[in-house]
């Protein structure tokens, strides 16, 4: 075992551990008391790093940058690169609703309600994403309010220069201590990742999903066209890197993803897969954590499908025009609702609202979210990779001789 690569292990602990759950499906609370409690542990040791982590990888991700032109500069194109992105995701969502026809022949269930979440205002996040506390906000892990505080400490210690060395010198020293951490941790992964999905696989075992499985294939078939089509043409044109290579070395942060369907607790393992491609750190430390906040790609194209599907069981037939204004909102809603607890329920809510279409429809998505989230968590992920593998070949901070160096090795 100690040969195979990590994202080999944790396939196969992927594996074993759909198996072990269809096996312990008529025993649910077995699953959850004696397995799940494993899962939560590794999680726990994930979370433990995820705030420190963030905090001192942007302020040396910012610092190293050079200058402030050129901290605008990377900004601009990551933000690009996520919304452009995210709108191709929602299209792509919807055109496979339209042509395989995601809901017919089902009905909503009488009585079936689920209450909708108040979608915040775009205004209210751009006002929350400044911390009045920025000890509050890293205590609550407010990820978008400790991104902010991080790029504006980085942005203040290069203006301050030399006087600010020392400080500058303490947060590359935790950053380090944090990625070899991070490393000692990750060699739970697999058990981790075992124990995670066995409990989801004996609660929501085949039976369950079967009235609804023509949604989830057609989302999953959409996140795998998306990663072929839109991810494998960036890298290719954009980052002149090679698809099967980068998909073959973001393996283990996409299966985590897929697994614990976070991706602040992913962001750890994206970053690990990223240096392994070349990536430098002051992009990957910049890059990373705002798309792990605000990089929805695979939540965008649930929102595609699940919108189409909610209006044809309802009777309702989207125009064209309303069609149009669910990629608008699913790619505005992206950044609207970054940072906040359920946000791809959220976006759906919002969605829905932007075409008036029933929320009654959401009691049946409710029951197949978790499962959804997997995939669109994993897509989220893989994008955030890509993006810092293209934003690191335009700025000429991609290391070409530790691609060449590792595929010799293979």
Same mark, same amino acid.
């Given at each position: 075992?100690? #040969?195979?690569?990590?994202?080999?292990?944790?396939?196969?602990?992927?594996?074993?551990?759909?198996?072990?759950?269809?096996?312990?499906?008529?025993?649910?609370?077995?699953?959850?008391?004696?397995?799940?409690?494993?899962?939560?542990?590794?999680?726990?040791?994930?979370?433990?790093?995820?705030?420190?982590?963030?905090?001192?990888?942007?302020?040396?991700?910012?610092?190293?940058?050079?200058?402030?032109?050129?901290?605008?500069?990377?900004?601009? &194109?990551?933000?690009?690169? /996520?919304?452009?992105?995210?709108?191709?995701?929602?299209?792509?969502?919807?055109?496979?609703?339209?042509?395989?026809?995601?809901?017919?022949? /089902?009905?909503?269930?009488?009585?079936?309600?689920? =209450? @909708?979440?108040?979608?915040? &205002?775009?205004?209210?996040?751009?006002?929350?994403?400044?911390?009045?506390?920025?000890?509050?906000?890293?205590?609550?892990?407010?990820?978008?309010? !400790?991104?902010?505080?991080?790029?504006?400490?980085?942005?203040?210690?290069?203006?301050?220069?030399?006087?600010?060395?020392?400080?500058?010198?303490?947060?590359?020293?935790?950053? =380090?201590?944090? /990625?070899?951490?991070?490393?000692?941790?990750?060699?739970? +992964?697999?058990?981790?990742?075992?124990?995670? !999905?066995?409990?989801?696989?004996?609660?929501?075992?085949?039976?369950?999903?079967?009235?609804?499985?023509?949604?989830?294939?057609?989302?999953?078939?959409?996140?795998?066209?998306?990663?072929?089509?839109?991810?494998?043409?960036?890298? #290719?044109?954009?980052?002149?890197?090679?698809?099967?290579?980068?998909?073959? &070395?973001?393996?283990?942060?996409?299966?985590? +993803?897929?697994?614990? +369907?976070?991706?602040?607790?992913?962001?750890?393992?994206?970053?690990?897969?990223?240096?392994?491609?070349?990536?430098?750190?002051?992009?990957?430390?910049?890059?990373?954590?705002?798309?792990?906040?605000?990089?929805?790609?695979?939540?965008?194209?649930?929102?595609?499908?699940?919108?189409?599907?909610?209006?044809?069981?309802?009777?309702?037939?989207?125009?064209?025009?309303?069609?149009?204004?669910?990629?608008?909102?699913?790619?505005?809603?992206?950044?609207?609702?970054?940072?906040?607890?359920? @946000?791809?329920?959220?976006?759906?809510?919002?969605?829905?609202?932007?075409?008036?279409?029933?929320?009654?429809?959401?009691?049946?998505?409710?029951?197949?979210?978790?499962?959804?989230?997997? @995939?669109?968590?994993?897509?989220?992920?893989?994008?955030?990779?890509?993006?810092?593998?293209?934003?690191?070949?335009?700025?000429?901070?991609?290391?070409?001789?530790?691609?060449?160096?590792?595929? @010799?090795?293979?």
């Amino acid at each position: 075992m100690k #040969k195979l690569s990590l994202s080999t292990k944790i396939l196969i602990a992927l594996l074993i551990g759909i198996v072990v759950g269809l096996f312990m499906q008529g025993m649910p609370d077995a699953a959850n008391n004696y397995i799940k409690p494993f899962g939560t542990l590794f999680l726990n040791l994930i979370k433990l790093i995820v705030v420190p982590l963030v905090l001192a990888s942007l302020v040396v991700g910012t610092t190293g940058l050079g200058d402030i032109k050129k901290i605008g500069r990377i900004g601009g &194109k990551t933000l690009a690169y /996520y919304l452009l992105t995210t709108a191709f995701a929602v299209i792509i969502g919807l055109i496979l609703a339209n042509v395989l026809n995601v809901g017919g022949g /089902y009905t909503i269930p009488v009585g079936a309600t689920q =209450e @909708a979440q108040e979608a915040p &205002k775009f205004i209210d996040t751009l006002l929350n994403i400044i911390p009045t506390n920025p000890i509050k906000a890293l205590v609550d892990g407010n990820m978008l309010q !400790i991104i902010v505080f991080a790029l504006m400490l980085g942005g203040s210690i290069m203006a301050v220069g030399e006087k600010a060395e020392s400080l500058k010198r303490g947060f590359e020293s935790l950053a =380090e201590t944090m /990625y070899k951490m991070t490393a000692a941790i990750m060699q739970f +992964a697999p058990y981790g990742v075992f124990a995670l !999905i066995v409990p989801v696989v004996a609660v929501n075992g085949p039976s369950v999903l079967l009235p609804l499985l023509k949604v989830i294939l057609i989302v999953y078939f959409g996140c795998i066209l998306h990663m072929a089509l839109v991810y494998s043409s960036t890298l #290719k044109v954009l980052g002149k890197f090679s698809p099967i290579e980068f998909f073959k &070395k973001v393996s283990p942060a996409s299966l985590f +993803a897929f697994t614990t +369907a976070s991706s602040s607790s992913t962001l750890p393992i994206t970053m690990k897969c990223t240096d392994e491609m070349g990536v430098s750190k002051s992009i990957s430390s910049f890059v990373l954590p705002l798309g792990a906040t605000i990089n929805m790609d695979g939540t965008a194209l649930y929102q595609g499908v699940c919108a189409f599907f909610i209006a044809q069981i309802s009777g309702v037939d989207l125009t064209i025009g309303q069609q149009i204004t669910v990629v608008l909102t699913a790619t505005l809603a992206s950044i609207g609702t970054a940072g906040v607890p359920g @946000a791809g329920f959220i976006m759906l809510t919002m969605v829905l609202q932007a075409v008036g279409l029933p929320l009654e429809g959401l009691a049946l998505i409710a029951g197949i979210d978790r499962i959804l989230d997997m @995939a669109r968590t994993s897509v989220n992920v893989t994008g955030d990779a890509a993006c810092a593998v293209v934003v690191a070949a335009s700025e000429n901070e991609l290391n070409r001789e530790v691609k060449a160096t590792e595929t @010799a090795s293979m």
